[in-house]
């Protein structure tokens, strides 16, 4: 059972996750859904339940790591399937271990926004439907307000709940798990002769391609153990993420991760790396290495088709060739050289005219290196001719792959600062703005702009 928090107050809500779910969002403004979403009322009908999981952290087993902070409180059946909701930092449960159960207002409000930005980029991720928050204090690096967040998702199993029953050497506990998963999640799979071995194929599948889209918006998720991957592909459990700003390809978003095992540049590995544990963990089910390896040979090829549609897309490109993937190479080579705004400079090339590179402006002046980028652009001018698009043709499909809104670390560092002074405005506004990536929007024009110098001093890192 949720344990209450005192005197609850609306934070925020998602209208966009309510209509999923069939809800008015003004309801979630009104006492009754306060208490229900902060776990002070439990409808009478609900059985809540906490789920344990293990997990590989930062590449070493980690055995039992908890539930998640996640209670979760039943699901609702709507249009699409039933969707669960589920209270995170509502108390302690059975597997909260030294932990308090509760969650800071700030890094809720972070997974808030985060979910719902990537939702609004097409990008697969679980939902967050609200924040309630409470002035109770809890102890973190200083004391900080306790907030709850639900979350939605048709289901939050990760790759460590499979890891939890192997290493303890309960086949029976795994089996009805992955047949629950496969029942409920992936019933075309049941055909198959092996359907174990088809469920570890399809979810390397899915998070190849979840990867790809994470590459291509330059998401970092920052903490990527196994216990936050998600069955279904979905990207889960927000911590300490970043979207790629000043372009490095080794750049770690997550202050605790000196080594940067979850770089930028190492995402689509360690997803792969992820995959093998699950696989590692579903071997009992599946029977043969050889099965296992073969259904894990998928990634590389998913990955790799998934992120070369995606470049296509990003730099409006509509036939693919072989000599295009130079072209994105070098690219990356001289936005990583010139440290060249990630976001910026995608929305930006969408401007060029293949005709008149005197008016590049906008893009080349995100370049220290400016002949650097002549060079590159009449490359990519070169190819634009084998197309057929016209550049405002063009520029209209780019604008609708490339944001001009992503979640930037001092944008979420405001609406926090603000919320913290009960003063939840900012939020709202961040979450319509972020809730429209691709628009032009141009009364938020402030929202598209580089990170102030004071956030180069803003460090995130893990749970909170
Ligand atoms: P994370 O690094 O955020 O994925 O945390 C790993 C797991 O540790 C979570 O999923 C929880 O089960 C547990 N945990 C983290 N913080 C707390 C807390 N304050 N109270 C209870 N459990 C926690
Ligand atoms: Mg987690």
């Known amino acids: 059972m949720p344990t209450p928090l005192p005197a609850p107050y609306f934070v925020a809500a998602s209208a966009k996750a309510a209509a999923l779910v069939e809800l008015d969002p003004a309801l979630l403004q009104q006492p009754d859904f306060i208490a229900l979403f902060t776990g002070n009322a439990v409808p009478h009908d609900a059985k809540p339940l906490s789920a344990v999981y293990s997990g590989h952290q930062f590449g070493v087993w980690a055995g039992q790591l908890g539930d998640g902070r996640a209670i979760l409180l039943g699901e609702v059946a709507t249009a699409a399937g039933p969707m669960e909701l589920q209270l995170k930092g509502a108390g302690l449960t059975p597997y909260s271990r030294m932990g308090d159960g509760r969650a800071v207002l700030r890094s809720s409000i972070r997974e808030f926004l985060c979910s719902e930005a990537m939702a609004a980029l097409g990008i697969p991720t679980t939902r967050a439907l609200m924040i309630t928050g409470s002035d109770q204090g809890v102890m973190r690096e200083t004391v900080e307000t306790s907030a709850v967040a639900t979350r939605m998702a048709p289901s939050f199993v990760r790759f460590g709940s499979f890891e939890h029953w192997f290493y303890r050497d309960k086949p029976d506990e795994l089996r009805i798990l992955a047949d629950y998963v496969i029942n409920a999640f992936y019933p075309q799979l049941m055909q198959e002769t092996n359907p174990y071995k088809a469920l570890l ?124 993937r130079a072209l994105f190479e070098a690219m990356f080579a001289l936005m990583h050289d010139n440290h060249v705004d990630f976001t910026q400079f995608f929305r930006k090339l969408g401007q060029l005219q293949v005709a008149q590179p005197e008016r590049d402006a906008p893009v080349r002046d995100l370049f220290i290196d400016r002949a650097a980028f002549d060079a590159w652009a009449a490359s990519y001018r070169a190819r634009l001719l084998q197309e057929q698009r016209s550049d405002s043709e063009r520029r209209l499909a780019m604008d609708l792959v490339n944001p001009k809104y992503v979640l930037r670390n001092y944008l979420a560092q405001v609406a926090i600062e603000k919320a913290q002074n009960r003063d939840f405005t900012e939020v709202a506004r961040l979450l319509e703005v972020l809730e429209h990536p691709f628009d032009e929007q141009v009364e938020h024009e402030a929202y598209a702009a580089l990170p102030p110098d004071w956030a180069s001093h803003l460090e995130v890192s893990c749970s909170s």
């Open 201 to 324: 194929a399809e979810v390397t599948r899915r998070t190849a391609r979840m990867i790809a889209h994470w590459q291509a918006v330059g998401f970092m998720h920052g903490v990527m153990n196994t216990d936050n991957m998600s069955i279904l592909g979905l990207t889960l459990d927000y911590g300490p993420f970043g979207f790629m700003e000043a372009f490095d390809s080794q750049h770690i978003c997550n202050h605790t991760d000196q080594q940067g095992r979850y770089s930028y540049a190492n995402q689509p590995q360690i997803g792969h790396w992820n995959c093998f544990a699950l696989g590692q963990a579903l071997l009992p089910l599946i029977g043969d290495v050889e099965d296992a390896q073969e259904a894990l040979g998928v990634y590389e090829p998913e990955f790799a088709s998934k992120i070369d549609e995606l470049l296509h897309a990003k730099l409006g490109l509509q036939q693919f060739k072989d000599e295009d």
